[in-house]
């Protein structure tokens, strides 16, 4: 069973940082690339940022290009957001996203909140 569990969300000030993780189980996590994409309140889902099975390519959207940096550890499963100089537009729920053999998953969120 594929299984996507988010975290690292939480509140912080703008201008901080935080660091989403997304910890994979249930495929081969080192052959398909990953997907962040969040929904801000009463929007809809923003494609954030992928990156390649390997981790050698990644794209952005231009909304966090330059302030958010996505990287993925395929020994630990697991794929990491890194926002930096965060924007209250950037409150939003994130979610981690896979396509595996023609099905997408995705995981539960996670709430991250920026003040101004």
């Known amino acids: 069973e594929v299984q996507l569990v988010e975290s690292g969300g939480g509140l912080v000030q703008a201008g901080g940082s935080l660091r989403l993780s997304c910890a994979a189980s249930?495929?081969?996590?080192?052959?398909?690339?990953m997907t962040w994409v969040r929904q801000a309140p009463g929007k809809g889902l923003e494609w954030i940022s992928a990156?390649?099975?390997?981790?050698?390519?990644?794209n952005y959207a231009e909304s966090v290009k330059g302030r958010f940096t996505i990287s993925r550890d395929n020994a630990l499963n697991t794929v990491y957001l890194q926002m930096n100089s965060l924007k209250p537009e950037d409150t939003a729920v994130y979610y981690c996203?896979?396509?595996?053999?023609?099905?997408?998953?995705w995981g539960q969120g996670t709430q991250v909140t920026v003040s101004s």
């Open positions: 996203n896979a396509k595996v053999v023609g099905n997408e998953y």
């Open positions: 249930g495929f081969t996590f080192n052959k398909y690339g």
């Open positions: 990156i390649d099975a390997a981790g050698d390519g990644t």
